[in-house]
């Protein structure tokens, strides 16, 4: 075994040290804190598009909103709807607020058994072929040819941020999650621009399969 | 650096290359196809102690069994019961046979918010100290004083089962799932006994957040 072996080896046993964490310093310790991200829990909820927002609440129809959301721009509003699928429906689903191009209505997997709907796992805005829905409104109602989507999990950020945790946006990275009910979720998008506070989105049964709240916090690994 | 550090060193790199399976033969293949472990998604449900049952049914009432169960002698009944807390109630709760030595109400972590109660993460049958939960039969209904709780994740196998996996009764073990919405699972105990079959008992938020169904299999990683 020649010293250029012995090298290797030895880069390699670091490389494993410093990614399992297994030596820690003061100094880091300090930059552990910098890395948790704080949780956002999205339940079922609709965007709407203006023409949809119309037929379904009337005319010149103004969203009403209620509480901003922690994206900035984004609200929550006071308004409800009832979604509708072949084999079951669910009341009071919250619309957010502003109007978007399209209108897509983000469903829990549990509810593509109540609603009768396969609506596939998304990134939000990738409605291509996702499942037909029934939305109803105060005063109209309109079948969505697609538009249900199961959103699959994501991170905001800022580029600052990005160049912080060490990602760029696109990129797939897992969480990890402590406490008794922790884990790790593989596959979480990075979306990363100066439009997007940071947050990491997930739905309730997500967080709730991991034992978090709106005060948890997570990390990535890579 | 002597020879000795090196064989230190190689011995390290070697079990974290087997701990991380970077290195499979054909014979692990083989192997690993009988590590994989089926999936068992519990919806929430009730046990009844013979007590309770004959509060809320009748005298000397007997349930009636619709479905066996993969854990034997264990059976869905055609019986159903309205759950109770202050905030809210769930009808349409399946109980579960045969009756046990206590009532025990099997939620999901998000009814905790429907019936604005508080009950803690616990393996089956550890009751002492949980929730109180009113439950309501055809023929009368019952305050519990405890007995609600969240189900902790587990897996059920023989000692044979414990031995091929190697592990041991009541250790607590990680699991992995694969695809899309997988990851990783910490905090899972191992349930293991000669009344058992080898099933991964998880809730329909845990299943529904890693986009498991009850075709799906797990491993443990330890």
Same mark, same amino acid.
């Given at each position: 075994?020649?010293?250029?072996?012995?090298?290797?080896?030895?880069?390699?046993?670091?490389?494993?040290?410093?990614?399992?964490?297994?030596?820690?310093?003061?100094?880091?310790?300090?930059?552990?804190?910098?890395?948790?991200?704080?949780?956002?829990?999205?339940?079922?909820? $609709?965007?709407?598009?203006?023409?949809?927002?119309?037929?379904?609440?009337?005319?010149?129809?103004?969203?009403?909103?209620?509480?901003?959301?922690?994206?900035? !721009?984004? @609200? +929550?509003?006071?308004?409800?709807?009832?979604?509708?699928?072949?084999?079951?429906?669910?009341?009071?689903?919250?619309?957010?607020?502003?109007?978007?191009?399209?209108?897509?209505?983000?469903?829990?997997?549990?509810?593509? @058994?109540?609603?009768?709907?396969?609506?596939?796992?998304?990134?939000?805005?990738?409605?291509?072929?996702?499942?037909? $829905?029934?939305?109803?409104?105060?005063? !109209?109602?309109?079948?969505?040819?697609?538009?249900?989507?199961?959103? +699959?999990?994501?991170?905001?950020?800022?580029?600052?941020? +990005?160049?912080? @945790?060490?990602?760029?946006?696109?990129?797939?990275?897992? $969480?990890?999650?402590? !406490?008794?009910?922790?884990?790790?979720?593989?596959?979480?998008?990075?979306?990363?621009?100066?439009?997007?506070?940071?947050?990491?989105?997930?739905?309730?049964?997500?967080?709730?399969?991991?034992?978090?709240?709106?005060?948890?916090? $997570?990390?990535?690994?890579?």
């Amino acid at each position: 075994m020649s010293i250029d072996n012995v090298e290797k080896i030895t880069e390699l046993i670091m490389d494993v040290i410093r990614e399992k964490n297994l030596v820690t310093s003061g100094a880091s310790d300090t930059l552990d804190e910098d890395l948790n991200i704080p949780v956002g829990i999205s339940n079922r909820h $609709i965007h709407l598009s203006r023409e949809d927002l119309e037929i379904c609440f009337g005319k010149d129809y103004q969203l009403t909103p209620i509480k901003d959301l922690s994206q900035p !721009g984004q @609200f +929550a509003c006071k308004e409800t709807m009832t979604i509708c699928g072949p084999k079951g429906s669910i009341e009071n689903v919250r619309v957010l607020g502003p109007v978007r191009k399209e209108s897509q209505v983000e469903i829990l997997a549990s509810d593509n @058994f109540k609603l009768g709907i396969k609506a596939p796992l998304r990134i939000s805005g990738e409605i291509a072929g996702s499942s037909p $829905i029934t939305i109803v409104g105060s005063k !109209g109602s309109k079948y969505l040819h697609q538009g249900a989507i199961v959103a +699959a999990r994501h991170i905001h950020m800022t580029e600052d941020d +990005a160049k912080r @945790f060490g990602v760029r946006n696109g990129q797939i990275v897992a $969480i990890e999650v402590e !406490g008794l009910r922790g884990g790790t979720y593989t596959n979480v998008v990075i979306r990363a621009n100066d439009k997007s506070r940071l947050e990491c989105h997930l739905d309730t049964e997500e967080s709730n399969a991991m034992g978090l709240n709106s005060k948890s916090k $997570i990390r990535i690994i890579k």
